[in-house]
T-cell receptor, first 113, second 110 residues
Framework: DTEVTQTPKHLVMGMTNKKSLKCEQH?????MYWYKQKAKKPPELMFV???????INESVPSRFSPECPNSSLLNLHLHALQPEDSALYLC????????????FGPGTRLTVL | DQQVKQNSPSLSVQEGRISILNCDYT??????FLWYKKYPAEGPTFLIS?????DKNEDGRFTVFLNKSAKHLSLHIVPSQPGDSAVYFC?????????FGAGTRLTVKP
């Protein structure tokens, strides 16, 4: 299994809602990532988990809360988002943090109303 | 501050010819470089990479060249095929994270 899966594919939420994005991989990778991608812009790193511990938080607002329940799962909890948070959220994994190529999921298209 | 730049947002090439995608970076701490390909509604897919100790890496129709002194890398696709039409992202890693360029949309015309 060389796939990173993400659910849901699309999400529309209001500014007062609480929702979660989910990411899963079964490749035995020990590093997992969240990226945010706006239209016609490069993916921007948000969080890195290495061996289930948060190792990088790129100064992301607290309305985004990551969670890594186990080595195969990565969640992104969303609360009180703003319309400007609407974007494609990509999850990725790699064997280890740093050099190895990252495998990306298809992304969750988030719209905040 | 964009540390990885792809200055051509789009490139159109005839089938069978060579496609050359360019990428520049500013951070001299980057020592591993990757190219990703992205189709609509899919996540980026790893294509080819190069370590800073090399200046060329080849994989089938794809070759990546690295010029460290110029902080420049390029991806050559030859011969180009219509199925290569996608957005290509250059990425650079300095150990803990990875930075992406804005992407170049390649269109290969039959």
């Amino acid at each position: 299994d060389t796939e990173v899966t993400q659910t849901p594919k699309h999400l529309v939420m209001g500014m007062t809602n609480k929702k979660s994005l989910k990411c899963e991989q079964h490749m035995g990778h020990r590093a997992m990532y969240w990226y945010k991608q706006k239209a016609k812009k490069p993916p921007e790193l948000m969080f890195v988990y290495s061996y289930e511990k948060l190792s990088i938080n790129e100064s992301v607002p607290s309305r985004f809360s990551p969670e890594c329940p186990n080595s195969s799962l990565l969640n992104l909890h969303l609360h009180a988002l703003q319309p400007e948070d609407s974007a494609l959220y990509l999850c990725a994994s790699s064997q280890g943090q740093g050099y190895n190529e990252q495998f990306f999921g298809p992304g969750t298209r988030l719209t905040v109303l | 501050d964009q540390q990885v730049k792809q200055n051509s947002p789009s490139l159109s090439v005839q089938e069978g010819r060579i496609s050359i995608l360019n990428c520049d970076y500013t951070n001299s701490m980057f020592d591993y470089f990757l190219w990703y390909k992205k189709y609509p509604a899919e996540g980026p897919t790893f294509l080819i990479s190069i370590s800073s100790i090399k200046d060329k890496n080849e994989d089938g129709r794809f070759t990546v060249f690295l010029n460290k002194s110029a902080k420049h890398l390029s991806l050559h696709i030859v011969p180009s095929q219509p199925g290569d039409s996608a957005v290509y992202f250059c990425a650079a890693s300095g150990g803990h994270d990875m930075r992406f360029g804005a992407g170049t949309r390649l269109t290969v015309k039959p």
